[in-house]
């Protein structure tokens, strides 16, 4: 199993980035896919999640409206646009995979990517 994440880099506030999760090893259509940051000194968050088959999206508040999350199942990859980026919004990000369907809920993560938002 993998999950391989992308994109992450420096950019400048009010800048884009996109990131990419490419999975491997599993049945990727059917989990839940979510992206989690990590700044330094502080707990790992929830930044969006989105269904199996994608219809449904969830946002932490400090992230609505700016960011989007997205998958495409046919090529197992989830994807996280960010725009009008902030430098709170630096931190490690996360891929996350959990499958909802079975009762003791398998989840894997990847490696995460680094983002800092910086003049």
């Known amino acids: 199993v993998q999950l391989v994440e992308s994109g992450g880099g420096l950019v400048q506030p009010g800048g884009s980035l996109r990131l990419s999760c490419a999975a491997s090893?599993?049945?990727?259509?059917?989990?839940?896919m979510s992206w989690y940051r990590q700044a330094p000194g502080k707990e790992r968050e929830l930044v969006a999640a989105i269904t199996s088959a994608g219809g449904s999206t969830n946002y932490a508040d400090s992230v609505k409206g700016r960011f989007t999350i997205s998958r495409d199942n046919g090529k197992s990859t989830v994807y996280l646009q960010m725009n009008s980026l902030k430098p709170e919004d630096t931190a490690v990000y996360y891929c996350h995979a959990v499958d909802m369907t079975v009762i003791w809920r398998p989840d894997y993560w990847g490696q995460g990517t680094q983002v800092t938002v910086s003049s």
């Open positions: 090893g599993f049945t990727f259509s059917s989990y839940v």
